[in-house]
């Protein structure tokens, strides 16, 4: 289908790009040349996680263009969205609509046939009335539709919202336009995310109402914030009491200093202003704009409070200025109203903001920008944070003392805990906690524990996972490390060795697991920044009993976790559910262990590279992604032959780059750009933690994990004749064949890297891997799954051949199959799903093979489907594979008719094979 989007802010731009990945063909039109001559180069006008690597692939793959000339983008397309900017109009707050009207009349001349006008702006009720009869008096002979389709785009977030929406909403009674927008949203229709179609004054109303309910939830948990200081309640539990109930909700339950941001002060005062001309005025929304325009003073007499009653010649260090982070966007933030009541009651201000300073300078007067949250802090009396960026959640608080002139912080995102920040000497004022006065505590610590809360969707099947300050909290961490310690004792284990990966609460994080380890009576070999292959690496090469890392491996930047060994094996499944047991009842072991440094990047280093091998020189393209990896690929490297160029080679746990997940192939887009303008024999990327690989060969084409095996099993099986090799359920026919046909055994296995080491102790099996990345070499290794170390050995065997990466791609067999498809399905349902299907192919297999390794996997004459129930979420996982496209076609039937029989609602066709 073809589109064309008018307006490429911040809207036009992520829709635009979302949809090009949905294989739409997307124009995005813009009347400032600037920007588009911008984005044309490549240059991302907004910050958005992952917006920049989503345009770059799409544009060349050429699904994504950029024009100036709204005429000509119009012309054929089969919808034109409105994405244009609807601020307050001054004087009445009613949204100002001339933009979209403007649009609509240069639409409505362009138009040359039948067209979907698709309003995106978030408008008034009636704006759809207003467009359509536009659209009419300019041309009558026309043939088109006007749909409502309102945005849900959390900033910082936007992509994923996109992507997998709560629902997806479209105004209109045409069926004609219901059909064009059923084809836009088919992706989504394929992972069965709820269409809501509704009128479109209804659709209108919808995306005001919505913002105006989560607008009055964060003004309601500010109120009883307030209420809380004033009775000595603490906010966090109210909004934890009242938010487990399913009525309520957790979301938009965190107190701070008011909302703000492009939607909720627009949306909610444009709401009012309807309501009142309508003549059935919204009292509590009006309450709620009220409210919140005066927190941000209230927020800055609180700062004011905490510095003795007075700023008048005293600095202020501010840190974030933005409305929220992972965004650029300073409109309405409540900074704007805080920073010059600061400056209007005689303070001076410092600010940094990592992102927004740009916008800002536009904005605040009379302040000093600085390059960084520590330069900000120097020789100021006090420091407020006004945005919960995560680099600001993990400060050291040491130096952050030592800069300040007084320990004094105004935290108004509850970003620390009362309780930590008092046992490091600070006088520590946040939003609706008690204030506890300063404590010394012993010089080892820093940080009284609370109970830990153990959010039960924490506790993962392969390790510990969770959203920093939502569902995983510092107590959380610390009783774990007291739990872990425990169980290790118990079975005459002392020793652990942890690390941290690059995400900014990492290091954090990782202090706190030593106290709770050290606090269990346990000796610590603490070996600092390292992927999580360095740390499986350090329990061997210290000869540790256990080793834990603090790491969210490849998922978005506000997760973390922990993975963990004990005893020279995984831990996982039941040992976490264990744990987690252990860690709410709190019934933990006690002694006074210790922890030392243990700096082993050298040694490991040199492993990794004593496996390398000399032949043809090769030219290799590495991406890290800003992960951990990075912290000692430069120096491995260094130690191997051949050319190297690397990209994203500093670690930054923001991830500004792209995503760390290589089995992505948006993320590799800008490592085949490498590869290709640096003439590179081949490109490897790593995932977040470094044990996930990602390959691409020189013609840009991408590796997958059961490939990639292929390849690595021939020397394997060439020096141990008739091995075993294990993969995941999920890989292709062709690693079975493949495999057998070079003289090994070749064993499917469960999916999960900690089941497959398992059952590679068992068998004996010298190579594993998934199709996920992970790769497990026993054979002149150690057995755990590390990127680098299977990078090592596939440039070995490069740089022995005369065959290119490529040559070697294109002799494995070639097959048709399905990206791995997700069928919602509730954690209670699932398993029986699996059963039932199960039960019905043992009645009635005929010719047909099944496995019952996970799930069941059913191979037939001309290919195999497979379904399995995830072990983290409530979803039923399907894959389908074959020779040829009709082939594909049958296997997709045959897994949907299945699906069907046990009354699980699927689409007619999941997805296009992917070759």
Known sequence: MDIA?????????????????????????????????????????????????????????????????LTAAVKGMDAVFIAVGTPSRRGDGHADLSYVFAAAKEIAEAMDGYTVVVNKSTVPVGTGDEVERLIRQFRP????????????????????????????????????????????????????????????????????????????????????????????????????????????????????????????????????RTAR????????????????????????????????????????????????PNTDDMRDAPSLGIVPALQQAGAQVRAFDPEGMHEAKALLQGVTWCDDAYGCLEDADAVAILTEWNEFRALDLDRVKSLLKAPVMVDLRNVYEPAEMAAAGFTYVSVGRPILAPTSGPAA????????????????????????????????????????????????KQTVAVGYDGRLTSPLLERTLVDGLVDGGMTVHRIGLAPTPMLYFATKYLGADAGMSVTGSHNPPEYNGIKMTLG????????????????????????????????????????????????????????????????????????LPGRHVLINDRVDGRFPAHHPDPTVEANLAQLKEVVASEGCDLGIALDGDGDRIGVVDHLGRVLWGDQLLVILAGPVLADCPGATVIADVKSSQVFFDEITRMGGQPVMSRTGHSLIKSLMAETGAPLAGEMSGHIFFAHRYYGFDDALYAAVRLLAILAGSDRSLADMKNALPVMVNTPEIRIDCPDDRKFAVIDEVRARLRDNANSLRVDEVDGVRVTGPDGWWLLRASNTQPVLVGRCEAADGPGLDRQVAALAQELRASGVTTAADFAGPTG
């Not at 290799?620 to 120096?635: I, T």
Request: glycine content about 10%; aromatic content about 8%.
């Open 277 to 324: 001309d309508a003549g059935s005025p919204v009292r509590i929304i009006e309450t709620v704009v009220d409210i919140n325009d005066r927190r941000k003073q209230h927020m800055a007499e609180k700062i004011i409070a905490t510095c003795g009653g007075s700023v008048a010649g005293k600095t202020i260090a501010v840190l974030g200025l933005t409305f929220k």
């Open 141 to 272: 002979d026309t043939d088109f539709d006007v749909v409502s389709n309102p945005e849900f785009l959390r900033e910082g977030s936007a992509i994923n919202d996109f992507m997998r929406p709560d629902r997806v909403v479209i105004g209109t009674d045409s069926e004609r336009a219901r059909e064009v927008m059923r084809q836009l949203y088919r992706v989504l229709y394929l992972i069965e995310t709820p269409i809501v179609f509704t009128s479109r004054t209804s659709s209108e109303l919808i995306k005001y109402a919505a913002n105006a309910f989560l607008a009055t939830k964060i003004t309601f948990i500010n109120e009883m914030a307030d209420l809380c200081e004033r009775v000595g309640a603490d906010v966090h539990d109210v909004a934890r009491g009242i938010g487990l109930d399913g009525r309520i909700g957790r979301k938009f339950l965190h107190a701070g200093p008011g909302y703000g941001g492009s939607c909720f002060p627009k949306d909610t005062l444009a709401l009012t």
């Open 568 to 639: 020279g094996r995984s831990f996982f499944g039941g040992d976490i559910q264990a744990l987690g047991r252990l860690a709410r009842s709190g019934e933990f072991v006690s002694g006074r262990g210790r922890w030392q440094d243990a700096a082993i990047d050298d040694a490991y280093v040199a492993r990794l590279a004593q496996d390398a091998a000399s032949g043809r020189p090769l030219s290799v393209a590495w991406d890290p992604g800003n992960g951990a990896a990075a912290a000692v690929l430069q120096k491995l490297c260094r130690n």
């Open 445 to 492: 610590r820093t940080v009284v524990y609370g109970p830990a809360r153990m959010h039960p969707s924490i506790l993962r099947e392969y390790d510990i996972r969770g959203i920093v300050g939502d569902t995983l909290t510092v107590e959380d961490v610390y009783a774990v490390g007291r739990a872990f310690a425990t169980l290790a004792r118990k079975q005459d």
């Open 5 to 69: 989007m008018i307006g490429s802010g911040y809207v036009g731009l992520v829709s635009g790009a979302c949809f090009s990945e949905f294989g739409v063909n997307v124009t995005c039109v813009d009347k400032d040349a600037a920007k588009i001559d911008r984005l044309r180069r490549g240059e991302i006008p907004i910050y958005e996680p992952g917006l920049e690597a989503l345009v770059a692939g799409n544009v060349q793959a050429g699904r994504l263009r950029f024009s100036t000339d």
